[in-house]
């Protein structure tokens, strides 16, 4: 069985930075992406970031420049750094591991970016 369980939002100012993290427990085999997600009221989820265990990661053009995605392969964790946040970046943020195939979500965690 495999967990997925996210940390580390909140409300923060324009301008002003958090630190997601998202750790994977259970049966978890490499190789394996890892990824953040997020989701606005009203709107679809979206691809914030992802990161392959191998290191290679990509990211939404709305976020590059600002945001950073890292992983510990050791502790299956996955790290979202966000910097210079807009309220446009408010919405729930989810994590995603992506292996054998299947994906395994977590249940998300808010962040709230005030004007």
């Known amino acids: 069985q495999v967990q997925v369980v996210e940390s580390g939002g909140g409300l923060v100012q324009a301008g002003g930075s958090l630190r997601l993290s998202c750790a994977a427990s259970g049966n978890i085999f490499s190789p394996n992406v890892m990824g953040w997600y997020r989701q606005a009221p009203g709107k679809q989820r979206e691809l914030v970031a992802a990161i392959v265990s191998l290191g290679t990661s990509n990211y939404a053009d709305a976020v590059k420049g600002r945001f950073t995605i890292s992983r510990d392969n050791a502790k299956n964790t996955v790290y979202l750094q966000m910097n210079s946040l807009k309220p446009e970046d408010t919405a729930v943020y989810y994590c995603?591991?992506?292996?054998?195939?299947?994906?395994?979500w977590g249940q998300g965690t808010q962040v709230t970016v005030s004007s």
């Open positions: 995603k591991l992506l292996q054998l195939g299947r994906n395994y």
